[in-house]
Nanobody
Framework: QVQLVESGGGLVQPGGSLRLSCAAS????????MEWHRQAPGNLRGLVAR???????YYADSVKGRFTISRDNAKRTVYLQMNNLKPEDTAVYYC????WGQGTQVTVSS
């Protein structure tokens, strides 16, 4: 299993954007699906977006049209571009690819 390290979280105003990165310690080319999940206080961790190694994508209804997942196998990195952020997007965001990263906090507040 590769080790995953997320980065790019922070505090942003509603309507703003952030790009999260998930850097892997080894190759992700053979990992069929890389995913982003999030967990808000008091809530269960839930799937936000998934990308397969063929480029197929899935998005939770709550983020469709606002978030874009991508992967760069050569750089061993998965990205989550988040636009038009809303307060309800506030959560710890986790990368998953057979193992979990430590998470990165995203806070959307004015």
């Amino acid at each position: 299993q590769v080790q995953l390290v997320e980065s790019g979280g922070g505090l942003v105003q509603p309507g703003g954007s952030l790009r999260l990165s998930c850097a892997a310690s080894g190759s992700i080319a053979s990992i069929y699906a890389m995913e982003w999940h999030r967990q808000a206080p008091g809530n269960l961790r839930g799937l936000v977006a998934r990308i397969t190694n063929g480029g197929g994508t899935y998005y939770a209804d709550s983020v469709k049209g606002r978030f874009t997942i991508s992967r760069d196998n050569a750089k061993r990195t998965v990205y989550l571009q988040m636009n038009n952020l809303k307060p309800e997007d506030t959560a710890v965001y986790y990368c998953f690819g057979g193992s979990w990263g430590q998470g990165t906090q995203v806070t959307v507040s004015s």
